[in-house]
């Protein structure tokens, strides 16, 4: 039979379920990479799943989230993860040899593997043809104890690429089409397959950019084809005997297909708070800019901080700017050093950040109170940078140099000739900051910031829980349990994190959650749409969280729940969230009978002598890891 590319790697990889029968399907994993803000979690939950080392092909622990060491914890956190690494057989990244996706990218990803990371962006390795996806740090775990790896048999959409991108359009305006056409739900259940004549006319680097935000459509993952690109940019890294090619079938079927014409595109921006919010830059033209931030795992390769340098090259940035760059490995940055580049930056009055995250996690470069900033980054949600009433925009290397010279919105292809920044035969390889697997005998190291992992307590089948919190529609991961400079580092000490649970909606909810011991929230659509962070699970559950009732979930989320023994219940009738008070309990009964008999049971609301009808929508393997509190145990008992 004829197969996508997608087909080629799934199948190449299939433990469990069938491919195109439209149920859950468990695959194996070759690599995992992981990163601070997730990964003390991932390696604290490995530990507890008992197995030695790692039984990956390869797995990479990266340090670039939390690299503001303010205070001793995230030097904790370091140091912790170092020894972790050594101990369980896994390459250790160290602070400063840049963001985990771009290194990952340039010194690891194989074509045809398949890569799980726990970071949503992870999906930026498809641009070297590996199925690369995102998930929650106990996935990432388990997988690197040899477990399957679960997710719904996805749709695939071709993107058939023809033509060639015009001078000043790049990449970045590639995906931002992408995402104006389908939106960021557009992508949800689906992998994106890039095919077509116009593949060819993108480099790898290029193509990293467009799976990375993929992920802004809530895409499965992206991948394209592994060819003669794909061979210069392995070669160019010392790799090349990593290289295999491969591509779909003449003739493969797919669910959905979409054109692009590269040839036609302009250049396009994000506006604010959404990354599907595009218009053409020449739309947005006298739009007074006060910050250009050039950097995160989407836009900071060589190619396209060689592109800035060249356009702020005998230039002075506008004074009413600040230019910040952060770039993305350490690769870059020595190259940028040694071939005069970083002198023409610095000379325009770019201000050069360490090569990691940074402003895009909100760790530094807020912008100022109402302030417009322009950044190459993936997303633009309200408050992100750190700064409640700023404006960001999402634009390519190409608008954010040509803006940081005027001070305004500027089309690039104002500028005249275009640049072309060709491929370096070799890039510089020197992999000192990345330290091999050690002795299985390494001592883990944990200083203060470093508690003990919660586990799940087993589901009683029979539960009176009072409502900790009612909500409405559309609360975000980010709202269940904040990021930030301040939180970020608490990631490896629950007890202290707890402190913040929904501390932007509700500063109460922490002490009632503790008081009332063991509890149920309810919410409307949508509930815990965002970013992938477990933590929005972890913490509820370790706050006595053991069922949230919604209308609707963000499939990651959903999954995360499960993972960490929350039971995720749908309302059949919508019209009961309306019964439910701030002050109500909810009474269930025979609860493990009742989730392996029927998708659809009663429960009770205490005093009122009304029920309301539940649906559940479980797989048999969901139901075993919630009866058995968690994925943690299930994994334990069943011996994965
Ligand atoms: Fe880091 Fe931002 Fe990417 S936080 S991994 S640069 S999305």
Redesign the pocket.
Known sequence: MKQNLTQKILSAHLISGELGAGGEIGIKIDQTLT?DATGTMAYLQFEAVGIPRVKTELSVSYI??NTLQTGFENADDHAFLQSCASRFGVYFSRPGNG???QVHLERFGKPGKTLLGS?S?TPTGGGIGMLAMGAGGLDVAVAMGGGEFYLPDPKVVKINLTGKLAPWVSAKDVILEVLRRLSVKGGVGKIFEYAGSGVSTLSVPERATITNMGAELGATTSVFPSDEQTRIFLKAQGRENDWIPLEADADAVYDEEICIDLSALEPLAAQPHMPDNVVAVSSLKNIKVNQVAIG???NSSYRDLMTAAAILKGKVVDPSVSLVIAPGSRQVLTMLANNGALTALLDSGARILESA?GP??GMGQSPSSGAVSLRT???NFEGRSGTADAGVYLVSPEVAAASALTGYFTDPRTLGPTVEIPMPENFRVDDSLIIPPGSPDTAIVRGPNIKALPIAPKLTPDLELPVVIKLNDNITTDDIMPAGAKILPLRSNIPALSEYVYSKIDAGFSARARQLGQSIIVAGQNYGQGSSREHAALVPMYLGVRVVLAKSFARIHKANLINFGILPLTFVNESDYDLIKDDSKLIFTNLTEALSNSVEFDILLSGRNASIRVSHNLTERQIGIILAGGLLNYTKEAGK
Do not use: A, G
Request: aromatic content about 6%; overall charge negative.
């Open positions: 990163q670039d989230h963001i985990c996706h970071d962006h995160s795992c989407t995250c895009c996690i980054f993936n997303r």
